[in-house]
């Protein structure tokens, strides 16, 4: 019966009045075992990734390669056209001359490596997603005014309906909601 309960829940969320006291029950969630969890604020909280235990970004990679592939390709396309599809020998210089290659090569770089940021930005954040279950709770409403929500995934190993249930009451929320999907 646990197992059918679990699959009909997203997970349970609790409603805090303040910051602090997000910070505090996403440590001791984390602390107590619980991985797939997300918290919710109205604005940027410092020390809340930390909290629930945010990973470095694989962003910074993703551009950097979004760069070099910018900066190669850029250059590849000025040699290509200058020294194998249509070599001009102009006042003596040389076919490949790439002091003259590097303003495109530079505007490509930094071309390629936007774009890489916000694809991989919208990859790594899921986006777009225009429906999310915590939408289902009505309390929720007030995350993007004055509430703090703490919201424990079933997915998580050690979600158990009763026993994280349990454990989000002790942490003293306002309250807690079962999130359905």
Not at 3 to 15: D, H, N, P, R, V
Request: hydrophobic share 45%.
């Amino acid at each position: 019966m646990a197992e059918t309960k679990q699959s009909e829940l997203y997970g349970l969320m609790a409603e805090f009045d303040g910051p602090e006291q997000l910070i505090e029950a996403s440590r001791k969630a984390y602390e107590a075992g619980f991985r797939q969890m997300d918290a919710y604020t109205p604005f940027p909280v410092e020390g809340l990734p930390e909290a629930v235990g945010f990973k470095e970004s694989k962003l910074p990679l993703i551009v950097l390669i979004g760069a070099l592939v910018g900066g190669t390709l850029g250059f590849a396309m000025q040699y290509f056209a200058s020294v194998i599809h249509y070599p001009l020998n102009i006042g003596g210089r040389p076919l490949n001359s790439w002091p003259s290659f590097l303003p495109i090569t530079f505007e490509m770089t930094i071309l390629v490596a936007a774009f890489s940021a916000v694809l991989g930005m919208f990859a790594l954040n899921g986006l777009p997603q225009p429906y999310h279950p915590v939408f289902n709770v009505p309390r929720f409403a007030l995350a993007s005014r004055d509430r703090f929500f703490l919201c424990i995934e079933s997915e998580d190993e050690k979600f158990d309906p009763e026993e994280t249930k349990k454990f989000l009451e002790s942490l003293q929320p306002r309250d807690v909601f079962e999130v359905d999907p």
